[in-house]
Nanobody, 120 residues
Framework: QVTLVESGGGSVQPGGSLKLSCIVS????????MSWHRQVPGKEREFVSGIDNGGSTNYADSVKGRFTISQDNAKNTVYLQMNTLEPEDTAMYFC??????????????WGQGTQVAVSS
């Protein structure tokens, strides 16, 4: 069983910053891919940023240069530093982890989401 818990969302003004955290817990061998996604009501969930267990990162074009993903393997935590936030960044942000559990099975798990609201 693998559980993800996101935190760090909130309300900020345009140009502000937030740092999201996602803690992975449970019984697993390792997670090899962690990512952030976001969704607004009525729209598809979209990829924001990802990082693999080698530290390689990628970003959606809309957030490049403003968001930074990082991870602390010792804490099983992935972060998303969001700077220069825009109203268009308003969404529910979800963390996803692709892991291998103790039984050797590969799985993909989602957290419950954390809300980010950017408005003046």
């Amino acid at each position: 069983q693998v559980t993800l818990v996101e935190s760090g969302g909130g309300s900020v003004q345009p140009g502000g910053s937030l740092k999201l955290s996602c803690i992975v817990s449970g019984h697993f061998r390792y997670c090899y891919d962690m990512s952030w996604h976001r969704q607004v009501p009525g729209k598809e969930r979209e990829f924001v940023s990802g990082i693999d267990n080698g530290g390689s990162t990628n970003y959606a074009d809309s957030v490049k240069g403003r968001f930074t993903i990082s991870q602390d393997n010792a804490k099983n935590t992935v972060y998303l530093q969001m700077n220069t936030l825009e109203p268009e960044d308003t969404a529910m942000y979800f963390c996803n982890a692709k892991c291998r559990d103790t039984g050797g099975f590969y799985l993909s798990k989602w957290g419950q989401g954390t809300q980010v609201a950017v408005s003046s």
